[in-house]
């Protein structure tokens, strides 16, 4: 019987909503599944078929050592996704090179320590580190009243060390809230509405992504189309061409109501996969797929 692990994080476990239907879907196909914490040291991975990896939702404040263990499994077993397109995808900026694409990407300004930083003096702004999991460490601001904050916040990520993002805030995120498209096995499976509740500057943050809500809805033509380029260009980047097990493409709708890409993921989205009927299934059966 093939042995997968669904890798998880200590912090996580009991709190991703695809683990339970997953698991039993892949049970009635044969699969011997696991969920492990990655960063277990008494993992032997070698005695896995496939690792999954699933809720590692923790990564972002060691994403380091997080990288090293990605090639490290990677050397034991199979791995979903792939090293080298986690370890791209789990830095934000990957965001530029889909902009170099020419697919239409949320306007974004990296800051990197030691750069020079201008914060917009109007509107309202996001700000967040280049690698971040949930809503951690991820602020919203009213400008020009929070500039200091923002500012503050900005300054405070680079003494870290850690690159930042600035970004828009666009309404369209709490109304009508995101389309997120979900792949699984190259093919489109389902997507969902999610409104997230995005904190405003003053707000703790956390490092699981337990601040939003999502319900099913009927992504357009439109939708499908562009969030399949998007992950055509992160297959076309690596050189075998792979397709991912699993990706999410988070779409919002621009000033004119156009649709714009979020985010692109890769490494550990949630899949909503109670939100569909039979998406657990099309996840195992993909999973069993490239088990061989």
Same mark, same amino acid.
């Given at each position: 019987?093939? &042995?997968?692990?669904?890798? #998880?994080?200590?912090?996580?476990?009991?709190?991703?909503?695809?683990?339970?239907?997953?698991?039993? *879907?892949?049970?009635?196909?044969?699969?011997?599944?696991?969920?492990?914490?990655?960063?277990?040291?008494?993992?032997?991975?070698?005695?896995?078929?496939?690792?999954?990896?699933?809720?590692?939702?923790?990564?972002? &404040?060691?994403?380091?050592? =997080?990288?090293?263990?990605?090639?490290?499994?990677?050397?034991?077993?199979?791995?979903?996704?792939?090293?080298?397109? /986690?370890?791209?995808?789990?830095?934000?900026?990957?965001?530029?090179?889909?902009?170099?694409?020419?697919?239409?990407?949320?306007?974004?300004?990296?800051?990197?320590?030691?750069?020079?930083? &201008?914060?917009?003096?109007?509107?309202?702004?996001?700000?967040?580190?280049?690698? #971040?999991?949930?809503? +951690?460490?991820?602020?919203?601001?009213?400008?020009?009243?929070?500039?200091?904050?923002? !500012?503050?916040? /900005?300054?405070?990520?680079?003494?870290?060390?850690?690159?930042?993002?600035? !970004?828009?805030?666009?309404?369209?995120?709490?109304?009508?809230?995101?389309?997120?498209?979900?792949?699984?096995?190259?093919?489109?499976?389902? +997507?969902?509405?999610?409104? *997230? !509740?995005?904190?405003?500057?003053?707000?703790?943050?956390?490092?699981?992504?337990?601040?939003?809500?999502?319900?099913?809805?009927? +992504?357009?033509?439109? !939708? /499908?189309?562009?969030?399949?380029?998007?992950?055509?260009?992160?297959?076309?980047?690596?050189?075998?061409?792979?397709?991912?097990?699993?990706?999410?493409?988070?779409?919002?709708?621009?000033?004119?109501?156009? $649709?714009?890409?979020?985010?692109?993921?890769?490494?550990? $989205?949630?899949?909503?996969?109670?939100?569909?009927?039979?998406?657990?299934?099309? =996840?195992?059966? +993909?999973?069993?797929?490239?088990?061989?």
């Amino acid at each position: 019987m093939a &042995r997968v692990a669904l890798v #998880s994080a200590t912090a996580s476990r009991g709190r991703d909503s695809d683990e339970v239907p997953l698991l039993d *879907a892949l049970i009635w196909r044969g699969v011997d599944a696991a969920v492990v914490t990655w960063d277990d040291r008494g993992v032997d991975w070698g005695e896995f078929d496939l690792a999954v990896i699933r809720s590692t939702w923790d990564y972002s &404040r060691r994403n380091r050592e =997080f990288i090293r263990w990605l090639h490290r499994v990677e050397r034991r077993t199979r791995l979903a996704n792939r090293a080298e397109l /986690v370890e791209w995808n789990i830095d934000k900026r990957y965001l530029s090179d889909l902009a170099s694409a020419a697919l239409p990407v949320v306007p974004t300004t990296f800051v990197e320590p030691g750069d020079a930083v &201008r914060i917009p003096d109007r509107g309202e702004i996001v700000v967040k580190p280049v690698v #971040s999991a949930g809503a +951690a460490d991820t602020r919203r601001y009213r400008m020009p009243d929070h500039g200091d904050e923002a !500012q503050a916040h /900005v300054d405070a990520l680079l003494a870290e060390g850690r690159p930042v993002m600035v !970004q828009p805030y666009l309404p369209s995120v709490e109304d009508p809230g995101e389309i997120d498209l979900v792949f699984l096995g190259g093919r489109y499976s389902h +997507a969902v509405r999610k409104v *997230a !509740q995005l904190l405003e500057h003053d707000a703790p943050t956390s490092e699981l992504p337990d601040n939003e809500f999502a319900v099913a809805t009927e +992504a357009t033509r439109e !939708q /499908v189309a562009l969030a399949e380029r998007a992950v055509r260009i992160a297959v076309d980047r690596f050189s075998d061409g792979e397709v991912p097990l699993y990706a999410r493409v988070d779409l919002v709708l621009g000033v004119r109501d156009e $649709p714009m890409i979020l985010e692109l993921e890769l490494a550990e $989205p949630s899949l909503y996969l109670a939100t569909s009927e039979g998406a657990a299934d099309r =996840f195992a059966d +993909a999973i069993a797929n490239a088990l061989g």
